[in-house]
């Protein structure tokens, strides 16, 4: 495959992967970017192997992210805090609102241990198979299997109250 046949295959799952685990929507799309173009700068050196070409975007990209995120810890943010003309608070957001479900999903990933963490969002978010996730932790396909399952697990005590009764 050509690296523009790469991109189109794997931006999309990677740049849903990178918003699902932190990321911003525009930083996911700048980080897609920065890994690509390093994956150009080394295109005579890769092998004609399509999971190895997928698994180093993804390390490539998560490494670049780290970078960013360890500049962006030097920085001192304020939170702005707003409230309407009358000063009254909002009301506690619905369970059926998307962002509400968002944020709670969001947290629920954020609590579960990295390597659980990383497996289920590379399986369920960034679409990668189990070879490919292996391939991309250094781990077994069943120790990816069993990642993934702990963390659906947790996943499901963790978001409880979400389920309809």
Same mark, same amino acid.
């Given at each position: 495959?050509?690296?523009?046949e790469?991109?189109?295959a794997?931006?999309?799952?990677?740049?849903?992967w990178?918003?699902a685990?932190?990321?911003?929507?525009?930083?996911?799309c700048?980080?897609v970017?920065?890994?690509f173009?390093?994956?150009w700068?080394?295109?005579?050196d890769?092998?004609?192997?399509?999971?190895?070409?997928?698994?180093?975007?993804?390390?490539? =990209?998560?490494? !670049?992210?780290?970078?960013?995120?360890?500049d962006?810890?030097? $920085? *001192?943010?304020?939170e702005?805090i707003? /409230?309407d003309a009358?000063?009254a608070?909002?009301?506690?957001?619905?369970?059926s609102?998307?962002?509400?479900?968002?944020?709670?999903?969001?947290?629920?990933?954020?609590?579960?241990?990295?390597?659980?963490r990383? =497996?289920y969002? !590379?399986?369920?978010?960034?679409?990668?198979?189990?070879r490919? $996730? *292996?391939?991309?932790?250094?781990?077994? /396909?069943?120790?990816?299997?069993?990642?993934?399952?702990?963390?659906?697990?947790?996943?499901?005590?963790?978001?409880?109250?979400?389920?309809?009764?």
């Amino acid at each position: 495959m050509t690296i523009e046949e790469h991109y189109k295959a794997i931006a999309p799952k990677l740049t849903n992967w990178l918003v699902a685990t932190g990321s911003s929507y525009d930083d996911a799309c700048d980080l897609v970017q920065r890994a690509f173009l390093k994956i150009w700068e080394i295109r005579d050196d890769l092998r004609d192997n399509d999971s190895a070409v997928a698994g180093l975007v993804y390390t490539i =990209a998560k490494n !670049l992210r780290k970078n960013v995120w360890r500049d962006d810890a030097k $920085i *001192a943010f304020v939170e702005e805090i707003h /409230e309407d003309a009358a000063g009254a608070t909002q009301p506690a957001p619905s369970p059926s609102d998307a962002a509400y479900l968002r944020g709670r999903i969001q947290k629920a990933l954020e609590q579960l241990p990295p390597l659980l963490r990383e =497996a289920y969002t !590379l399986f369920q978010i960034g679409e990668l198979s189990i070879r490919e $996730i *292996a391939h991309e932790t250094g781990a077994t /396909e069943n120790l990816v299997k069993v990642r993934i399952h702990r963390a659906k697990q947790k996943l499901q005590v963790l978001l409880a109250d979400l389920r309809p009764e």
